[in-house]
Nanobody, 124 residues
């Protein structure tokens, strides 16, 4: 399984960014998997941001980003998106996409596969 994340960058406070993560791997397990986004501040553990069940499309969003961030998927493109609106300086972090084969967990240690991180910087 490979996850390729993109879309990070520098944005002003109040602005928007959309992160993308293209997934490749076994079609047998793909429909039952969960895709998600975590973020990591320097010297900190990875923090849950959002997740989506690939088969049903049900979404979960962390409290710190609720109402501002939206996770979605495009099954045809095997891609999961994180739309980030009303960005704040405290959203600045390295964002990682991840895949979980078992069940939803908010702990990064429970996730099975990780993409490379993409830096998001919110600054004026």
């Amino acid at each position: 399984v490979q996850l390729q994340a993109s879309g990070g960058g520098l944005v002003q406070p109040g602005g928007s960014l959309r992160l993308s993560c293209v997934a490749s791997g076994s079609g047998r397990t793909f429909s039952s998997s969960i895709m998600g986004w975590f973020r990591q501040y320097a010297g900190k553990e990875r923090e849950f941001v959002a997740a989506i069940r690939w088969g049903t499309g049900r979404t979960y969003v962390g409290d710190s980003v609720k109402g501002r961030f939206t996770i979605s998927r495009d099954s045809a493109k095997n891609t999961v998106y994180l739309q980030m609106n009303s960005l704040k300086p405290e959203d600045s972090a390295v964002y990682y996409c991840a895949k979980e084969l078992k069940d939803l967990s908010f702990r990064s240690a429970d996730w099975d596969y990780w993409g490379q991180g993409t830096q998001v910087t919110v600054s004026s």
